[in-house]
């Protein structure tokens, strides 16, 4: 057995599937690429055959990321491993993931099979996925409450049919750590060919059990350990692999297992994800959460102040906190920007130098001094603009106090037409989205609005997030700037214009069937 264990992330697949508001290509590949600077093993990106959006997603995804080994998911159905490998076939390497249930519960009520034809059915798949590609994972969907004599031998079967790696899922966040690890153990001790394969777990957090059950799991032998970054994921989550990177480094003396992944990259993973999916991140969350580093207790201070390892077991620079002090002011050139760039990880391709520079000096002109977490805000805005087109403010003018209703008017370019609107409001935002919805000619139904702050002190940028629905869909749109009422109108002009690029799909795949 090997000392590595290998980190699956599938914050993009089972991540992505909990969330109110899907990713767009674009955002998908912003996280990939984090994943792929972390050091990440193998990156899920998505389900292919779910939608032609996912499958598009997967494509560019394994066009683009060459360090991380790309992998999708597939029932145990030849359609989906056909649209697994479609997508994926641009890669040099790629793994296959299928899966099928095989607890009774699951195996009768939502299969309405029997084991035979349940095993034979997982057999057939990934002798077929083998067809495509040497790395087939399969995985035993809700293994967690399977009968232990039907795991043994659905896994010795998965392994003799030629899956190279076997998952173990709690699927339903069931099992407790010392139970978990023993069916891992059991399955080492009883599959006579196991030696053949990685063993790999996949924890849910129902009972906020998942990274203690894959803990436990990596004790008995599992060498892969599956997970998303901030534990997103269905209902309560997955295991937060970035709890599992901080554990299996920080306590090296007791497990002696090695991980790939650069734990300096877990802040700004997290933060991107965060931010990307609309998941803010709990205070006192496990290694990300905003006082994971803080002391309050006046004892603790003291300790802390006497001696960092007091109180402290792991550094914040370790995972890559307090790296934000480099000050970057209007007279800083284009090549400091570009050398800060690649110091913080990025690749020339991952931006355009100009506009981000062009940014940049519109927000050192305000702000005066300009940080880490600034550049990597504006780049990661400019990513989301890449999209926007057809709707764009041109001018924004709000007045309000606290004696009259708020008034606004707003001039925005809507396709090749020009719309000036005005409107007043219960205050300024609310003026704003009235105006901008008489210049788009809709009214739309903002389901939440949040607002919080980019950074620290009264010159942090503002960041508002908002998610609206449209024809059943939920659609999420960020602005930032140093003027909150900026930054609401960019959310929602963001949404609008997702909106309309979806509306364009719809009317592309309309003609498309009626042509045909
Ligand atoms: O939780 C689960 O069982 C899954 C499988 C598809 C691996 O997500
Ligand atoms: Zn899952």
Known sequence: MTDQVILFDTTLRDGEQALAASLSVNEKLQIARALERMGIDIIEAGFPVSSPGDFESVRQIAATIKDSRICALSRAVQADIDAAAEAMKVADQFRIHTFISTSDIHVQSKLKRNFSQVEE????????????????????????????????????????????????????????????????????????????????VHCHDDLGLSVANSIAAVEAGARQVEGTINGIGERAGNAALEEVIMILKTRMAR?????????????????TISRLCNMPIQSNKA???????????????????????????????????GRNNLNLTSRSGRHVIKHRMAEMGYSDSEFDLETLYQRFLALADKKGQVFDYDLEALLFFENQREEEAHYQIRQLNVQAGSSHFATASVEMQVGDEV???????????????????????????????????????????????????????????????????????IA?????????RQQQIQQKKQRILEEA
């Open 121 to 200: 059915m997982a057999t057939d798949a990934i002798r077929y996925a083998r067809r495509f590609t040497d790395d087939v994972e399969f995985s035993c969907e809700d293994a967690g409450r399977t009968p232990i004599d039907n795991l043994c031998r659905m896994v010795e079967s998965a392994i003799k049919a030629g899956a190279g790696t076997v998952n173990i899922p709690d699927t339903v966040g069931y099992t407790t750590p010392t139970e978990f690890g023993g069916i891992v153990r059991t399955l080492f001790e009883r599959v006579p060919n196991i030696d053949q394969a990685v063993i790999s």
């Open 255 to 271: 497990f002696g297992l090695e991980v790939g992944a650069n734990p300096a990259e877990i802040h700004r993973v997290s933060q």
């Open 419 to 489: 719309m000036t609107e005005a409107a007043t409001g219960n205050g300024p935002v609310d003026s704003a989205y009235k105006a901008i919805a008489r210049a788009t000619g809709h009214q739309l139904a903002i389901k939440s609005y949040h607002i919080g702050a980019e950074g620290g002190g009264h010159d942090a940028l503002g960041r508002v997030d908002i998610t609206a629905e449209f024809e059943g869909r939920t659609f999420h749109g960020m602005g930032l700037s140093t003027d909150i009422i900026e930054s609401s109108a």
């Open 287 to 321: 290694i990300v959460g905003a006082n994971a580093f803080s002391h309050s207790s006046g004892i603790h201070q003291d300790g802390v102040l006497k001696s960092q390892n007091t109180y402290e077991i792991m550094t914040p620079e370790s995972i890559g906190l």
């Open 492 to 500: 929602l002009v963001r949404v609008y214009n997702l909106i309309h």
